[in-house]
């Protein structure tokens, strides 16, 4: 039986969305191929044994410590004088801090076995414009822009926008963070206050944007559709 820990939590703003991940991964996986254990990773990037998944706040979640430790070419986590070894870390964060690459370094630094992607393609996969530049010769993908919100000339902006509405949204977040519509230019205004953003456009206007969330571990996910986008341009907005 393949030993799995499922690590979830991070120093991110989608920390408690991670924590909702890790519920669904542990309901939907496999328990009589692999012997299942959950760790959470604080704000303050430190481990802890989850022993209930249904704590009511992150403090509840810091009850058991843990020290990450790999010899003798294997690994484990040490809690007290018990140590838990496992195979895998299942990496179950999401957001700029974690997801990004962050914890994969640090993981490969100890020489910890972890599902997920590897460093590079994580951080590459976690910047919206540098991904849509790689790709975009194969896929097709929208018109885009990338401003740097510390250096940018806000006329020069918006004379590129004249095609209402537009979408809002981070560079570096997740799909579903900031996600801010604008119709006008006074609406652009306030958008940019928020230093995030992502406009959208040239897409036809029956467009349906999809996301797949997992269900089941084995191959049954469930399907998402979202019809609110309508044409509009595509700009990604750095802090």
Request: proline residues 3%.
């Amino acid at each position: 039986m393949i030993r799995l820990i499922l690590v979830s939590g991070g120093n991110s703003v989608e920390h408690e969305i991670s924590l909702l991940t890790l519920k669904q991964v542990d309901k939907a996986i496999n328990k009589d191929k692999y012997d299942v254990k959950s760790v959470y990773l604080s704000k303050d990037n430190k481990f802890y044994l989850i022993k209930n998944k249904n704590n009511k706040t992150l403090n509840d979640y810091k009850k058991y410590p843990l020290e990450l430790i790999k010899e003798n070419n294997k690994q484990y986590f040490k809690y007290k004088r018990k140590k838990i070894y496992f195979d895998y870390l299942f990496l179950l964060v999401h957001g700029k801090g974690v997801e990004d690459g962050t914890l994969h370094s640090y993981l490969d630094f100890l020489d910890i076995p972890y599902i997920s992607n590897n460093v590079v393609s994580s951080n590459i996969g976690m910047d919206k414009y540098l991904t849509k530049e790689l790709v975009k010769d194969k896929v097709n993908t929208l018109d885009h822009i990338l401003i740097n919100l510390n250096d940018y000339n806000y006329e020069e902006l918006i004379d590129k926008l004249d095609n209402y509405p537009y979408i809002f949204k981070a560079n570096s977040l997740g799909s579903s963070i900031g996600v801010i519509k604008v119709n006008n230019e006074y609406e652009v205004t306030l958008a940019l206050e928020k230093k995030e953003g992502i406009f959208l456009d040239k897409v036809p206007k029956n467009i349906k944007i999809i996301t797949y969330t997992p269900s089941n571990i084995k191959n049954v996910f469930i399907r998402k559709t979202i019809n609110f986008f309508e044409p509009c341009f595509s700009i990604y907005f750095l802090n």
